[in-house]
Protein backbone atom coordinates (compact mmCIF):
# COMPACT_ATOMS: atom_id res chain seq x y z
CA UNK A 1 0.00 0.00 0.00
CA UNK A 2 1.45 3.24 -0.88
CA UNK A 3 1.40 5.31 2.33
CA UNK A 4 3.85 7.67 3.20
CA UNK A 5 6.00 6.78 6.35
CA UNK A 6 4.87 9.65 8.39
CA UNK A 7 3.98 7.27 11.37
CA UNK A 8 4.37 3.57 11.45
CA UNK A 9 4.74 0.02 12.89
CA UNK A 10 7.09 -2.81 12.35
CA UNK A 11 6.64 -5.76 14.19
CA UNK A 12 4.89 -4.74 16.64
CA UNK A 13 4.47 -7.25 19.88
CA UNK A 14 2.19 -6.35 23.14
CA UNK A 15 2.31 -8.63 26.17
CA UNK A 16 0.30 -8.70 28.89
CA UNK A 17 1.98 -11.19 31.33
CA UNK A 18 3.06 -13.84 28.87
CA UNK A 19 -0.31 -13.30 27.06
CA UNK A 20 0.52 -12.25 23.82
CA UNK A 21 -2.06 -9.67 23.14
CA UNK A 22 -0.70 -8.28 19.43
CA UNK A 23 0.92 -10.15 17.08
CA UNK A 24 3.67 -8.51 15.08
CA UNK A 25 1.87 -5.77 13.49
CA UNK A 26 2.64 -3.96 10.59
CA UNK A 27 0.67 -0.74 9.79
CA UNK A 28 1.54 2.68 8.80
CA UNK A 29 -0.58 6.04 8.97
CA UNK A 30 -0.43 8.59 6.31
CA UNK A 31 -0.03 12.18 7.68
CA UNK A 32 -3.73 14.35 8.50
CA UNK A 33 -6.18 10.93 7.58
CA UNK A 34 -8.48 9.17 10.18
CA UNK A 35 -7.60 5.35 10.48
CA UNK A 36 -10.09 3.17 12.21
CA UNK A 37 -9.37 -0.14 13.64
CA UNK A 38 -12.12 -2.19 14.31
CA UNK A 39 -12.45 -5.89 15.39
CA UNK A 40 -14.48 -7.94 18.31
CA UNK A 41 -14.09 -7.30 21.81
CA UNK A 42 -10.67 -8.70 23.16
CA UNK A 43 -8.91 -8.76 19.90
CA UNK A 44 -5.91 -5.97 20.36
CA UNK A 45 -7.26 -3.24 19.15
CA UNK A 46 -7.06 -0.92 22.46
CA UNK A 47 -3.65 -2.52 23.50
CA UNK A 48 -2.12 -1.96 19.87
CA UNK A 49 -3.65 1.79 20.05
CA UNK A 50 -2.26 2.31 23.49
CA UNK A 51 1.07 0.68 22.04
CA UNK A 52 1.57 3.99 19.47
CA UNK A 53 1.77 6.32 22.99
CA UNK A 54 3.84 4.14 25.10
CA UNK A 55 0.77 4.02 27.24
CA UNK A 56 0.93 0.08 27.53
CA UNK A 57 3.95 -0.28 29.62
CA UNK A 58 2.21 1.99 32.52
CA UNK A 59 0.13 -1.26 33.19
CA UNK A 60 2.19 -3.22 35.78
CA UNK A 61 3.52 -6.84 33.76
CA UNK A 62 2.71 -5.16 30.61
CA UNK A 63 5.40 -5.43 27.97
CA UNK A 64 6.16 -4.34 24.30
CA UNK A 65 8.57 -5.29 21.46
CA UNK A 66 8.91 -4.08 18.03
CA UNK A 67 9.84 -0.63 16.31
CA UNK A 68 7.17 2.71 15.87
CA UNK A 69 8.49 4.97 13.80
CA UNK A 70 7.10 8.66 14.15
CA UNK A 71 9.07 9.78 11.34
CA UNK A 72 11.41 7.52 10.94
CA UNK A 73 12.21 8.13 14.52
CA UNK A 74 11.45 5.03 16.62
CA UNK A 75 9.43 5.92 19.56
CA UNK A 76 10.57 3.12 21.30
CA UNK A 77 14.69 3.71 21.04
CA UNK A 78 16.38 3.87 24.51
CA UNK A 79 17.00 7.97 24.40
CA UNK A 80 13.00 8.55 23.74
CA UNK A 81 11.39 9.88 27.36
CA UNK A 82 7.66 8.19 26.88
CA UNK A 83 6.99 11.47 29.02
CA UNK A 84 8.46 13.82 25.93
CA UNK A 85 6.89 11.25 22.94
CA UNK A 86 3.38 11.64 25.04
CA UNK A 87 3.16 15.09 24.43
CA UNK A 88 2.94 14.47 20.34
CA UNK A 89 0.56 11.69 20.26
CA UNK A 90 -2.37 12.58 22.19
CA UNK A 91 -4.67 10.57 23.25
CA UNK A 92 -9.11 10.52 24.07
CA UNK A 93 -10.40 7.62 26.10
CA UNK A 94 -13.91 5.56 26.06
CA UNK A 95 -14.83 7.53 29.15
CA UNK A 96 -14.97 11.04 29.56
CA UNK A 97 -12.52 11.80 31.85
CA UNK A 98 -12.42 15.73 32.77
CA UNK A 99 -9.73 15.86 35.52
CA UNK A 100 -12.16 16.15 38.83
CA UNK A 101 -12.35 19.79 40.69
CA UNK A 102 -10.69 20.89 37.65
CA UNK A 103 -12.78 23.80 35.72
CA UNK A 104 -13.48 23.58 31.97
CA UNK A 105 -10.20 26.34 31.42
CA UNK A 106 -7.90 24.06 33.80
CA UNK A 107 -8.67 21.48 32.57
CA UNK A 108 -7.36 22.64 29.00
CA UNK A 109 -4.83 24.45 30.00
CA UNK A 110 -3.42 22.19 32.54
CA UNK A 111 -1.33 20.40 30.01
CA UNK A 112 0.36 23.89 29.09
CA UNK A 113 0.52 24.66 32.60
CA UNK A 114 2.39 21.71 34.19
CA UNK A 115 4.82 21.85 31.05
CA UNK A 116 5.86 24.92 32.49
CA UNK A 117 4.13 27.49 30.40
CA UNK A 118 2.74 30.13 32.82
CA UNK A 119 1.92 33.32 30.62
CA UNK A 120 -1.98 34.24 31.24
CA UNK A 121 -2.18 35.09 27.51
CA UNK A 122 -0.98 32.22 25.89
CA UNK A 123 -3.07 29.80 28.25
CA UNK A 124 -6.08 31.71 27.23
CA UNK A 125 -5.60 31.97 23.61
CA UNK A 126 -4.67 28.28 23.97
CA UNK A 127 -7.52 27.33 25.83
CA UNK A 128 -10.07 29.18 23.08
CA UNK A 129 -8.09 27.84 19.84
CA UNK A 130 -8.92 24.24 21.38
CA UNK A 131 -12.25 24.63 22.79
CA UNK A 132 -12.65 25.92 18.84
CA UNK A 133 -11.33 22.95 17.58
CA UNK A 134 -13.32 21.00 19.68
CA UNK A 135 -16.39 22.48 18.45
CA UNK A 136 -17.16 23.45 22.38
CA UNK A 137 -15.92 26.98 22.73
CA UNK A 138 -19.71 28.10 22.02
CA UNK A 139 -21.12 25.89 24.66
CA UNK A 140 -18.35 27.24 27.47
CA UNK A 141 -16.94 30.07 26.60
CA UNK A 142 -19.48 31.41 29.79
CA UNK A 143 -18.70 28.92 31.73
CA UNK A 144 -14.91 28.89 31.80
CA UNK A 145 -14.64 28.43 35.73
CA UNK A 146 -17.59 26.12 35.75
CA UNK A 147 -16.03 22.40 37.01
CA UNK A 148 -15.22 20.14 34.18
CA UNK A 149 -17.29 17.51 35.26
CA UNK A 150 -20.30 19.69 35.54
CA UNK A 151 -20.84 19.11 31.15
CA UNK A 152 -23.39 16.94 29.97
CA UNK A 153 -21.39 14.00 28.68
CA UNK A 154 -20.61 14.35 24.86
CA UNK A 155 -19.64 18.28 25.75
CA UNK A 156 -17.18 16.24 28.63
CA UNK A 157 -16.15 14.47 25.88
CA UNK A 158 -15.25 17.44 23.11
CA UNK A 159 -13.67 18.67 26.73
CA UNK A 160 -11.55 15.96 26.94
CA UNK A 161 -10.39 16.42 22.78
CA UNK A 162 -9.53 20.31 23.50
CA UNK A 163 -7.43 18.76 27.02
CA UNK A 164 -5.34 17.05 24.22
CA UNK A 165 -5.09 19.28 21.28
CA UNK A 166 -4.08 22.20 23.87
CA UNK A 167 -0.60 20.69 24.08
CA UNK A 168 -0.54 20.34 19.63
CA UNK A 169 0.21 16.83 19.51
CA UNK A 170 1.17 15.36 16.09
CA UNK A 171 -1.25 12.18 16.40
CA UNK A 172 -4.41 11.82 17.95
CA UNK A 173 -4.93 8.14 19.33
CA UNK A 174 -9.21 7.91 20.23
CA UNK A 175 -9.79 4.94 21.78
CA UNK A 176 -13.92 4.24 21.45
CA UNK A 177 -14.46 8.02 22.25
CA UNK A 178 -18.39 7.99 21.41
CA UNK A 179 -19.35 4.03 22.72
CA UNK A 180 -20.22 5.96 26.15
CA UNK A 181 -22.40 8.46 24.25
CA UNK A 182 -25.73 9.55 23.19
CA UNK A 183 -26.55 9.26 19.11
CA UNK A 184 -26.65 13.62 18.90
CA UNK A 185 -23.41 13.48 20.94
CA UNK A 186 -22.00 11.03 18.56
CA UNK A 187 -22.53 12.84 15.38
CA UNK A 188 -20.85 15.62 16.83
CA UNK A 189 -17.86 14.14 17.62
CA UNK A 190 -17.70 12.59 13.91
CA UNK A 191 -18.05 15.62 12.16
CA UNK A 192 -15.34 16.48 14.70
CA UNK A 193 -12.76 13.93 13.59
CA UNK A 194 -13.33 14.56 9.91
CA UNK A 195 -12.57 18.80 10.81
CA UNK A 196 -9.64 18.12 13.08
CA UNK A 197 -7.54 15.61 10.32
CA UNK A 198 -6.79 19.14 8.66
CA UNK A 199 -4.62 19.61 11.26
CA UNK A 200 -3.40 16.08 13.26
CA UNK A 201 -3.46 12.74 12.03
CA UNK A 202 -6.12 10.03 14.08
CA UNK A 203 -6.11 6.91 14.58
CA UNK A 204 -9.06 5.40 16.17
CA UNK A 205 -10.55 2.34 17.92
CA UNK A 206 -14.21 1.43 17.21
CA UNK A 207 -17.24 -0.86 17.80
CA UNK A 208 -19.23 0.81 15.34
CA UNK A 209 -18.81 -0.14 11.97
CA UNK A 210 -20.62 2.36 10.74
CA UNK A 211 -18.83 4.78 12.48
CA UNK A 212 -15.51 3.55 11.16
CA UNK A 213 -17.48 3.91 7.44
CA UNK A 214 -18.36 7.47 7.49
CA UNK A 215 -15.55 8.80 9.02
CA UNK A 216 -11.89 7.23 8.09
CA UNK A 217 -9.76 6.73 4.91
CA UNK A 218 -8.45 3.59 5.83
CA UNK A 219 -9.78 0.91 8.23
CA UNK A 220 -7.92 -2.02 9.72
CA UNK A 221 -9.76 -5.15 10.96
CA UNK A 222 -8.11 -6.70 14.44
CA UNK A 223 -8.97 -10.80 15.04
CA UNK A 224 -7.48 -12.34 18.30
CA UNK A 225 -4.20 -10.01 18.08
CA UNK A 226 -3.41 -10.44 14.57
CA UNK A 227 -4.00 -7.60 11.68
CA UNK A 228 -6.25 -9.66 9.23
CA UNK A 229 -6.66 -6.84 6.62
CA UNK A 230 -5.63 -3.11 6.10
CA UNK A 231 -6.66 -1.08 3.27
CA UNK A 232 -9.11 1.73 1.99
CA UNK A 233 -12.10 2.37 3.80
CA UNK A 234 -14.40 2.07 0.89
CA UNK A 235 -12.57 -0.42 -0.38
CA UNK A 236 -12.79 -3.02 2.99
CA UNK A 237 -16.43 -2.44 3.51
CA UNK A 238 -17.28 -3.45 -0.02
CA UNK A 239 -14.58 -5.50 -1.29
CA UNK A 240 -12.89 -7.02 1.50
CA UNK A 241 -10.29 -9.25 0.86
CA UNK A 242 -9.81 -11.74 3.37
CA UNK A 243 -13.20 -13.88 4.30
CA UNK A 244 -12.95 -13.21 7.74
CA UNK A 245 -13.15 -9.69 7.38
CA UNK A 246 -16.20 -9.88 5.04
CA UNK A 247 -18.15 -12.27 7.80
CA UNK A 248 -17.43 -9.83 10.32
CA UNK A 249 -18.78 -6.74 8.35
CA UNK A 250 -21.79 -8.34 7.50
CA UNK A 251 -22.46 -9.67 11.08
CA UNK A 252 -21.86 -13.35 10.67
CA UNK A 253 -19.55 -13.45 13.54
CA UNK A 254 -18.00 -11.37 15.95
CA UNK B 1 -64.41 -27.54 38.06
CA UNK B 2 -64.97 -27.62 42.11
CA UNK B 3 -61.60 -29.26 42.42
CA UNK B 4 -60.12 -26.17 40.72
CA UNK B 5 -61.90 -23.17 43.13
CA UNK B 6 -60.68 -25.89 46.10
CA UNK B 7 -57.18 -25.66 44.92
CA UNK B 8 -57.13 -21.97 44.29
CA UNK B 9 -58.58 -21.42 47.97
CA UNK B 10 -55.86 -23.36 49.34
CA UNK B 11 -53.29 -21.48 47.37
CA UNK B 12 -54.70 -18.28 48.77
CA UNK B 13 -54.55 -19.38 52.54
CA UNK B 14 -50.86 -20.08 51.95
CA UNK B 15 -50.06 -16.65 50.08
CA UNK B 16 -52.12 -15.11 53.31
CA UNK B 17 -50.10 -17.18 55.47
CA UNK B 18 -46.79 -16.42 54.42
CA UNK B 19 -47.27 -13.57 53.80
CA UNK B 20 -48.17 -12.76 57.44
CA UNK B 21 -45.18 -14.39 58.57
CA UNK B 22 -43.14 -12.66 56.30
CA UNK B 23 -44.51 -9.03 57.73
CA UNK B 24 -44.28 -10.91 61.60
CA UNK B 25 -39.94 -11.81 60.50
CA UNK B 26 -39.90 -8.35 59.07
CA UNK B 27 -41.20 -6.34 61.97
CA UNK B 28 -39.40 -8.49 64.42
CA UNK B 29 -36.40 -8.07 62.89
CA UNK B 30 -36.67 -4.10 62.34
CA UNK B 31 -37.67 -3.60 65.92
CA UNK B 32 -34.23 -6.04 67.30
CA UNK B 33 -31.84 -3.87 64.81
CA UNK B 34 -33.52 -0.65 66.37
CA UNK B 35 -32.54 -1.83 69.88
CA UNK B 36 -29.14 -2.66 68.25
CA UNK B 37 -28.62 0.71 67.10
CA UNK B 38 -30.28 2.46 70.31
CA UNK B 39 -27.66 0.23 72.47
CA UNK B 40 -24.55 1.36 70.58
CA UNK B 41 -25.68 4.70 71.37
CA UNK B 42 -25.59 4.23 75.05
CA UNK B 43 -22.21 4.67 75.57
CA UNK B 44 -21.47 7.82 73.59
CA UNK B 45 -24.65 9.66 75.14
CA UNK B 46 -24.03 8.40 78.51
CA UNK B 47 -20.24 9.36 78.50
CA UNK B 48 -21.41 12.70 76.96
CA UNK B 49 -24.06 13.73 78.91
CA UNK B 50 -22.02 12.49 82.05
CA UNK B 51 -19.06 14.67 81.30
CA UNK B 52 -21.30 18.05 80.46
CA UNK B 53 -22.93 17.38 83.97
CA UNK B 54 -20.05 16.96 85.60
CA UNK B 55 -17.67 19.17 83.79
CA UNK B 56 -19.95 22.54 82.80
CA UNK B 57 -19.74 23.52 86.76
CA UNK B 58 -15.95 24.05 86.27
CA UNK B 59 -16.22 26.03 82.98
CA UNK B 60 -16.03 29.92 83.12
CA UNK B 61 -14.39 32.73 81.22
CA UNK B 62 -11.57 32.38 83.32
CA UNK B 63 -11.00 28.41 82.90
CA UNK B 64 -9.92 29.46 79.82
CA UNK B 65 -7.12 32.06 80.40
CA UNK B 66 -5.28 31.66 83.69
CA UNK B 67 -2.88 29.16 84.23
CA UNK B 68 -3.20 26.30 87.08
CA UNK B 69 -2.70 27.81 90.66
CA UNK B 70 -0.39 26.90 92.95
CA UNK B 71 -1.81 23.48 95.43
CA UNK B 72 -4.28 24.41 98.06
CA UNK B 73 -5.26 27.47 96.50
CA UNK B 74 -8.85 27.35 94.38
CA UNK B 75 -9.40 28.21 90.97
CA UNK B 76 -6.77 28.54 88.14
CA UNK B 77 -7.32 27.48 84.91
CA UNK B 78 -5.99 25.44 81.51
CA UNK B 79 -4.46 28.01 79.14
CA UNK B 80 -1.21 26.93 79.25
CA UNK B 81 -2.68 23.19 78.91
CA UNK B 82 -4.81 24.79 75.67
CA UNK B 83 -1.76 26.19 74.28
CA UNK B 84 -0.13 23.19 74.38
CA UNK B 85 -2.16 20.77 73.31
CA UNK B 86 -2.14 23.12 70.44
CA UNK B 87 1.48 23.07 69.77
CA UNK B 88 2.03 19.37 70.63
CA UNK B 89 -0.56 18.54 67.89
CA UNK B 90 0.75 20.59 65.32
CA UNK B 91 4.18 19.90 65.88
CA UNK B 92 3.14 16.16 65.58
CA UNK B 93 1.12 17.25 62.19
CA UNK B 94 4.26 18.65 61.29
CA UNK B 95 6.09 15.48 61.30
CA UNK B 96 2.93 12.77 60.71
CA UNK B 97 1.82 14.52 57.57
CA UNK B 98 4.47 14.53 55.06
CA UNK B 99 5.17 10.78 56.29
CA UNK B 100 1.93 9.40 56.04
CA UNK B 101 1.29 11.16 52.86
CA UNK B 102 4.22 9.83 51.35
CA UNK B 103 3.89 6.34 52.66
CA UNK B 104 0.20 6.55 51.09
CA UNK B 105 1.15 7.64 47.99
CA UNK B 106 3.62 5.38 47.33
CA UNK B 107 1.49 2.49 48.24
CA UNK B 108 -1.55 3.78 45.92
CA UNK B 109 0.61 4.23 43.02
CA UNK B 110 2.73 1.47 43.37
CA UNK B 111 1.16 -1.14 45.84
CA UNK B 112 1.05 -4.07 43.56
CA UNK B 113 4.75 -5.27 44.48
CA UNK B 114 6.05 -6.98 46.92
CA UNK B 115 7.68 -4.27 48.34
CA UNK B 116 4.71 -2.27 48.78
CA UNK B 117 2.72 -4.74 50.76
CA UNK B 118 5.87 -5.43 53.10
CA UNK B 119 5.21 -1.98 53.34
CA UNK B 120 1.83 -1.69 53.89
CA UNK B 121 2.04 -4.86 56.68
CA UNK B 122 4.48 -2.56 58.29
CA UNK B 123 1.92 0.84 58.60
CA UNK B 124 -0.73 -2.04 59.97
CA UNK B 125 1.52 -2.96 62.52
CA UNK B 126 2.41 0.50 63.32
CA UNK B 127 -1.02 1.66 63.80
CA UNK B 128 -1.80 -1.82 66.35
CA UNK B 129 0.72 -0.91 68.35
CA UNK B 130 -0.20 0.82 71.97
CA UNK B 131 -0.12 4.33 72.32
CA UNK B 132 2.13 4.12 75.28
CA UNK B 133 4.64 1.74 73.62
CA UNK B 134 5.52 4.54 71.28
CA UNK B 135 5.47 7.08 74.37
CA UNK B 136 8.23 4.72 75.77
CA UNK B 137 10.33 4.65 72.35
CA UNK B 138 10.20 7.95 71.97
CA UNK B 139 11.54 8.52 75.57
CA UNK B 140 14.46 6.02 74.82
CA UNK B 141 14.69 7.63 71.48
CA UNK B 142 14.52 11.34 72.29
CA UNK B 143 14.27 11.88 75.85
CA UNK B 144 17.07 10.18 77.66
CA UNK B 145 19.84 11.95 74.83
CA UNK B 146 18.82 14.62 75.41
CA UNK B 147 18.46 14.83 78.54
CA UNK B 148 15.34 16.17 79.57
CA UNK B 149 10.88 15.80 78.86
CA UNK B 150 10.03 18.23 75.79
CA UNK B 151 7.19 19.10 73.11
CA UNK B 152 9.77 17.87 70.56
CA UNK B 153 9.49 14.55 72.23
CA UNK B 154 5.77 14.55 72.70
CA UNK B 155 5.10 16.03 69.07
CA UNK B 156 7.03 13.11 68.08
CA UNK B 157 5.60 10.91 69.55
CA UNK B 158 2.31 12.12 68.19
CA UNK B 159 3.47 12.47 64.55
CA UNK B 160 4.42 8.57 65.45
CA UNK B 161 0.80 8.02 65.88
CA UNK B 162 -0.37 9.70 63.40
CA UNK B 163 1.52 8.23 60.11
CA UNK B 164 -0.10 4.59 60.14
CA UNK B 165 -3.81 6.65 59.83
CA UNK B 166 -2.72 9.27 57.50
CA UNK B 167 -1.20 6.83 55.46
CA UNK B 168 -3.71 4.29 54.86
CA UNK B 169 -6.77 6.91 54.50
CA UNK B 170 -4.25 8.53 51.52
CA UNK B 171 -3.98 4.98 50.54
CA UNK B 172 -7.67 4.69 50.37
CA UNK B 173 -8.46 7.59 49.08
CA UNK B 174 -5.89 7.87 46.54
CA UNK B 175 -7.27 4.51 44.83
CA UNK B 176 -10.75 5.48 44.55
CA UNK B 177 -9.57 8.16 41.58
CA UNK B 178 -9.97 5.86 38.68
CA UNK B 179 -7.08 4.66 36.48
CA UNK B 180 -8.06 6.65 33.06
CA UNK B 181 -7.67 9.98 35.14
CA UNK B 182 -4.14 8.75 36.04
CA UNK B 183 -3.82 7.55 32.35
CA UNK B 184 -5.52 10.75 30.76
CA UNK B 185 -3.05 12.53 32.70
CA UNK B 186 -0.03 10.54 31.14
CA UNK B 187 -1.18 11.12 28.18
CA UNK B 188 -0.84 14.69 28.05
CA UNK B 189 2.80 14.17 28.46
CA UNK B 190 3.01 15.28 32.33
CA UNK B 191 5.32 12.93 34.71
CA UNK B 192 3.84 10.71 37.03
CA UNK B 193 4.72 12.69 39.96
CA UNK B 194 3.32 15.75 38.62
CA UNK B 195 0.10 13.86 37.87
CA UNK B 196 -0.07 12.34 41.46
CA UNK B 197 0.43 15.88 42.90
CA UNK B 198 -1.38 18.24 40.46
CA UNK B 199 -4.08 16.30 39.51
CA UNK B 200 -4.79 13.16 41.69
CA UNK B 201 -4.27 15.51 44.58
CA UNK B 202 -6.92 18.05 43.97
CA UNK B 203 -9.23 15.77 42.85
CA UNK B 204 -9.48 14.08 45.99
CA UNK B 205 -8.20 17.47 48.22
CA UNK B 206 -10.96 17.36 50.19
CA UNK B 207 -11.34 13.38 51.41
CA UNK B 208 -7.81 14.04 52.28
CA UNK B 209 -7.78 16.61 54.42
CA UNK B 210 -10.73 14.62 56.50
CA UNK B 211 -8.38 11.70 56.73
CA UNK B 212 -5.98 14.24 58.53
CA UNK B 213 -8.29 16.02 60.41
CA UNK B 214 -10.24 12.49 61.85
CA UNK B 215 -6.35 11.47 62.83
CA UNK B 216 -5.62 14.98 64.56
CA UNK B 217 -8.66 14.26 66.12
CA UNK B 218 -7.11 11.36 67.63
CA UNK B 219 -3.87 11.96 68.77
CA UNK B 220 -4.75 15.34 70.10
CA UNK B 221 -7.03 12.98 72.99
CA UNK B 222 -3.74 10.78 73.57
CA UNK B 223 -2.50 10.68 76.69
CA UNK B 224 -0.12 7.68 77.19
CA UNK B 225 2.51 8.75 74.34
CA UNK B 226 2.70 12.14 76.50
CA UNK B 227 3.23 10.63 80.07
CA UNK B 228 6.77 10.46 79.38
CA UNK B 229 8.10 12.48 76.12
CA UNK B 230 6.18 15.80 76.82
CA UNK B 231 5.54 15.40 80.26
CA UNK B 232 3.58 18.29 81.85
CA UNK B 233 4.54 21.88 82.98
CA UNK B 234 2.46 24.19 85.49
CA UNK B 235 3.43 27.32 83.74
CA UNK B 236 3.16 29.29 80.35
CA UNK B 237 5.84 27.64 78.04
CA UNK B 238 6.08 27.68 74.20
CA UNK B 239 9.59 26.78 73.78
CA UNK B 240 9.68 23.20 72.55
CA UNK B 241 13.13 22.30 74.25
CA UNK B 242 10.96 22.27 77.10
CA UNK B 243 8.22 20.31 78.95
CA UNK B 244 4.87 21.75 77.74
CA UNK B 245 1.26 21.34 79.15
CA UNK B 246 -1.57 19.12 77.64
CA UNK B 247 -5.08 18.86 77.56
CA UNK B 248 -4.70 15.11 78.26
CA UNK B 249 -1.95 14.52 80.70
CA UNK B 250 -3.48 17.31 83.06
CA UNK B 251 -7.03 15.90 82.99
CA UNK B 252 -4.79 12.50 84.18
CA UNK B 253 -2.84 14.23 86.38
CA UNK B 254 -5.52 15.87 88.34
CA UNK B 255 -8.04 13.18 88.28
CA UNK B 256 -5.18 11.14 90.57
CA UNK B 257 -4.84 14.20 92.77
CA UNK B 258 -6.53 14.10 96.23
CA UNK B 259 -8.20 17.82 95.67
CA UNK B 260 -11.94 18.49 94.95
CA UNK B 261 -11.65 21.79 92.91
CA UNK B 262 -8.88 19.40 91.00
CA UNK B 263 -11.36 17.00 89.83
CA UNK B 264 -14.14 19.88 89.56
CA UNK B 265 -11.32 21.21 86.58
CA UNK B 266 -10.22 17.72 85.41
CA UNK B 267 -14.16 17.18 84.52
CA UNK B 268 -14.14 20.75 82.81
CA UNK B 269 -10.76 19.46 80.89
CA UNK B 270 -12.51 16.87 79.57
CA UNK B 271 -15.50 18.29 78.51
CA UNK B 272 -13.39 20.95 76.55
CA UNK B 273 -11.62 18.31 75.27
CA UNK B 274 -14.64 16.37 73.65
CA UNK B 275 -15.78 19.41 72.01
CA UNK B 276 -12.38 19.94 70.61
CA UNK B 277 -12.50 17.04 68.92
CA UNK B 278 -16.41 17.06 68.06
CA UNK B 279 -15.85 20.28 66.73
CA UNK B 280 -12.80 19.10 64.58
CA UNK B 281 -15.32 16.26 63.16
CA UNK B 282 -17.67 18.70 62.18
CA UNK B 283 -15.86 20.97 60.64
CA UNK B 284 -13.92 18.66 58.66
CA UNK B 285 -17.86 16.93 57.91
CA UNK B 286 -19.04 20.44 56.59
CA UNK B 287 -15.76 20.84 55.03
CA UNK B 288 -16.38 17.99 53.16
CA UNK B 289 -19.89 18.39 52.06
CA UNK B 290 -18.47 22.05 50.89
CA UNK B 291 -15.88 20.26 48.65
CA UNK B 292 -17.41 18.00 47.25
CA UNK B 293 -20.53 20.03 45.44
Known sequence: MEISSFFSTRDLNAWFGKTLAVRAVNMSFAENTVSAIIGPSGCGKSTFLRCLNRLHEEVPGARVNGTVLLENKNIYSKDVDPVELRRQIGMVFQKPNPFPAFSVFDNVAVGLKLAGIRKSTILKDAVERSLRMAALWDEVKDKLNDAGTSLSGGQQQRLCIARALAVEPRVLLMDEPTSALDPISTAKIEELVSELKKAVTIIIVTHNMQQAARISDQTAFFLLGDLIEYGATSQLFTAPKDNRTERYITGRFG | ???????????????????????????????????????????????????????????????????????????????????????????????????????????????????????????????????????????????????????????????????????????????????????????????????????????SLGALITGVMLSVARVSGETAPLLFTALSNRFWSHRLDQPIASLPVQIYNYAISPYDDWHRQAWGAALVLIFFVLFLNLTTRWAMKKGTK
Do not use: C
Not at chain 2, 14 to 23: A, C, D, G
Not at chain 2, 80 to 89: D, H, Q, R, Y
Not at chain 2, 113 to 135: E, M, N, Q, W, Y
Not at chain 2, 169 to 184: G, M
Open chain 2, 1 to 203: MKQKDYRIALLNTWIEKSSQRRKVINWGVYVALSLAAILALIPLISVFSFVTFRGFSALDWDFFISLPKPVGEIGGGIANALVGTAILVGFGTLIGLPWGFGIGIYLSEYGASKRASAIRFTVDLLASIPSIVIGLFVYAAVVVPMKRFSAYAGGIALGILMVPTVARSTEEILKLVPIHIREAGLALGLPRWKVILRIIFRG
